[in-house]
């Protein structure tokens, strides 16, 4: 039985199997651009501050901020103090 050279080098593990490459790419999660806001609410009745941290998919700071707002007024909470603004590339 004769190998090919490429064979040779799959089975002793110097060239990758081509379906392992595959399915490494199909694993990989791509990272996007994105925003991501941080605020210190609390309810609207009163109680304890919570962190509240909204992910965004704008790259514009001041979208970002308004998006968080609006979701923050959705689920009934006030806001408290903006916390953090962190941009991932």
Known sequence: MQLTEIEMRRALGLEPDDKAVKEEIRKEKRVFPHT??????RRADGGPTFKF???????SIDIAKLEAEKEIKRKGLVVWALLDVEQIS
């Open 36 to 41: 991501l806001i941080t605020y210190s609410v």
């Open 53 to 59: 941290e909204h992910k965004s998919r704008s790259i």
